[in-house]
């Protein structure tokens, strides 16, 4: 793994960062160093491993090479016992009334979703926007705003064009700055 020095951002591979753009310094590359054989040592050249050997069988050994896969026969293993069944025939099919599905009939209500403050799960504080908890930081049980409504919805300042939606949780915010509901720095594009 590599860790850029500029910005501590860890990348398998790579002549730059992916964060930075800093170029990573080229490994040095040794210069190879010279080889002198060692007069101790018995040279032992070979042919690559094609080099033909002489072999003969052994007259004292008995050949006991078996027959194996296809051309042995099929034989049959009479104490086998065997589990396939019969054919069962036409079996009637009928719900059984006495269990239970665990499920109860829907009555059609649904619950609303948190609006206004909230309390933080973890903190117990109360907060009335955002996303994360200003405490601890923690995410609050708050619905997030429908895209059209986000699309819809007037950007303070009065200039529209200058507005974009995170990329993250699609809160408008400025090109370049960070968003303030969940702090992803959103992209500006050229």
Known sequence: MIICPMCDHVQP????????????????????APVAPLAELELTPH????A???????????????K?????????????????????????????LELDTGRA???????AA???SVVCRYCRNVQAQGMLCDNCGMRLPRARLAATAVAGAKRPGGDDEAWAPCPTCHTPTR????????????????
């Open 13 to 32: 591979e790579g002549t730059e960062c992916d964060v930075c753009g800093r170029v990573f310094p080229a490994p040095a590359v040794d210069a190879a």
């Open 68 to 96: 194996a896969g296809p051309d042995l026969p099929a034989q049959v293993v009479p104490d086998l016992e065997l589990t396939r069944a019969g054919a069962t025939g036409a079996v009637p099919v009928a719900p059984m």
């Open 52 to 66: 033909a050997v002489e072999v003969a069988a052994l007259p004292e050994l008995d050949v006991t090479r078996l």
């Open 105 to 111: 009939q829907d009555d059609g209500v649904r619950t």
């Open 175 to 190: 090109p370049g700055k960070a968003c303030s509901e969940c702090g992803t720095r959103s992209r500006v594009d050229a």
């Open 114 to 116: 948190p609006v206004g």
């Open 47 to 50: 042919a690559g491993g094609r």
